[in-house]
């Protein structure tokens, strides 16, 4: 497995990550624990060292997975999580609203660190912004923890360029990380800019457009109440029919590279920068196998070129999230 490095603050991980959260959330019903388990063990056996978890993702019970599955490799595995969110009382999955004060910073850390069971959290993202407070105080609080040796490296998630800049001159900011893929573009026009001028990495989720890219969906797909994307507004099927045309794309370069539509829209990702580590996420092995099998592969910059024309000819149909979701990103 290749190595990359997260922008200028000597993070390595491998050149894709692994994220976790359809494990226990948001895709349906929580999968079989031991079964994850093996494939969380599975991936650090073919050279995944970076896992993407976070509190809400439950919520606890994604955090409590990944802290069981990877406590033998302590150590040799580079795990995120987030914090940002005020839960649900009573422990069911949801959140009511958006806390990043300072003290709660500090509390997500320390129970973090106990579900994770490590001594440091290797990077600590504030998952959404959160207007209420001004990103210097979050900064603040990450730098409080770092310096106390509890966080190892800070990052932010689906964040403005502006607001980048202010935590960035508070607390370096290691990575950031914002849905990006072949049909959600939006971080090319002033994220990935800023993070080249500052040095930052940067972690594109839902890299294969929530499963919508590997050409497994269409518009007869039928999604469980369970599965989130039921309430977005690309997975309607009118969308998911007018949107086919950027996996016919992806099937297409496919075709050419002896690769999968999904292959090929992760080694589009890999080909932008050098410091982009998507985190394309699964609950089977042998798409664990399939994505993995994205590094490998040589998109030239011919190859790149007619992606990018044949790209820009298909208009994304729907919103990313409901607005209610849509409008705490890009803050």
Same mark, same amino acid.
């Given at each position: 497995?290749?190595?990359?490095? @997260?922008?200028?603050?000597? @993070?390595?991980?491998?050149?894709?990550g692994?994220?976790?959260?359809?494990?226990? =959330?948001s895709?349906?019903?929580?999968?079989?624990?031991?079964?994850?388990?093996?494939?969380?063990?599975?991936?650090?056996?073919?050279?995944?060292?970076? /896992?993407?978890?976070?509190?809400?993702?439950?919520?606890?019970?994604?955090?409590?997975?990944?802290?069981?599955?990877? #406590?033998?490799?302590?150590?040799?595995?580079?795990?995120?999580? &987030? =914090?940002? =969110?005020?839960?649900n009382?009573?422990?069911?999955?949801?959140?009511?609203?958006?806390?990043?004060?300072?003290?709660?910073?500090? !509390?997500?850390?320390?129970?973090?660190?106990?579900?994770?069971?490590?001594?440091?959290?290797?990077? /600590?993202? +504030?998952?959404?912004?959160?207007?209420?407070?001004?990103?210097?105080?979050?900064?603040?609080?990450?730098?409080?923890?770092?310096?106390?040796? $509890?966080?190892?490296?800070?990052?932010?998630?689906?964040?403005a360029? $502006?607001?980048?800049?202010r935590?960035?001159?508070?607390?370096?900011?290691?990575?950031? +990380?914002? #849905?990006?893929?072949?049909?959600?573009?939006?971080?090319?026009? %002033?994220?990935?800019?800023?993070? %080249?001028? @500052?040095?930052?990495?940067?972690?594109?989720?839902?890299?294969l457009? $929530?499963?919508?890219?590997?050409?497994?969906?269409? %518009?007869?797909?039928?999604?469980?109440?369970?599965? /989130?994307?039921?309430?977005?507004?690309? /997975?309607?099927?009118?969308?998911?029919?007018?949107?086919?045309?950027?996996?016919?794309?992806?099937?297409?370069?496919?075709?050419? $590279? &002896?690769?999968?539509?999904?292959?090929?829209?992760?080694?589009?990702?890999?080909? !932008?920068?050098?410091?982009?580590?998507?985190?394309?996420?699964?609950?089977?092995?042998?798409?664990?196998?399939?994505?993995?099998?994205?590094?490998?592969?040589?998109?030239?910059?011919?190859?790149l070129?007619?992606? #990018?024309?044949?790209?820009? &000819?298909?208009?994304?149909?729907?919103?990313?999230?409901? #607005?209610?979701?849509?409008?705490?990103?890009?803050?």
């Amino acid at each position: 497995m290749q190595k990359r490095k @997260l922008g200028k603050r000597n @993070l390595e991980v491998s050149a894709l990550g692994l994220g976790c959260m359809g494990m226990s =959330f948001s895709y349906g019903p929580p999968k079989d624990k031991p079964e994850m388990i093996a494939l969380l063990r599975a991936a650090v056996e073919r050279g995944v060292t970076f /896992f993407d978890t976070a509190e809400v993702y439950g919520p606890f019970t994604n955090e409590e997975l990944v802290g069981e599955a990877l #406590e033998p490799f302590r150590g040799k595995v580079v795990i995120a999580t &987030k =914090f940002g =969110f005020n839960l649900n009382p009573d422990g069911t999955p949801g959140w009511q609203g958006l806390n990043s004060r300072p003290e709660r910073i500090k !509390q997500v850390a320390e129970a973090s660190l106990k579900r994770l069971k490590v001594d440091a959290i290797d990077l /600590f993202y +504030q998952h959404r912004v959160d207007l209420d407070v001004p990103i210097e105080d979050v900064a603040g609080a990450v730098k409080e923890l770092i310096q106390a040796g $509890k966080v190892k490296h800070f990052g932010l998630s689906e964040a403005a360029a $502006k607001t980048i800049r202010r935590a960035h001159a508070v607390q370096p900011v290691t990575a950031v +990380q914002s #849905e990006y893929s072949l049909w959600t573009r939006g971080p090319e026009a %002033e994220v990935l800019p800023t993070l %080249e001028e @500052l040095g930052i990495g940067f972690v594109p989720y839902s890299p294969l457009g $929530k499963g919508f890219l590997t050409g497994k969906m269409d %518009e007869n797909t039928k999604l469980g109440s369970g599965d /989130f994307r039921s309430t977005l507004p690309r /997975f309607t099927p009118a969308a998911m029919k007018a949107n086919q045309a950027v996996v016919d794309l992806l099937a297409t370069i496919g075709k050419q $590279k &002896k690769a999968t539509p999904a292959q090929i829209a992760l080694a589009w990702l890999l080909a !932008q920068k050098p410091w982009i580590v998507p985190i394309p996420g699964t609950t089977k092995l042998h798409r664990l196998e399939e994505n993995l099998g994205a590094v490998a592969i040589e998109l030239s910059a011919d190859d790149l070129r007619e992606i #990018e024309s044949a790209a820009a &000819k298909i208009p994304v149909e729907g919103a990313r999230y409901p #607005e209610h979701i849509e409008k705490m990103t890009g803050r």
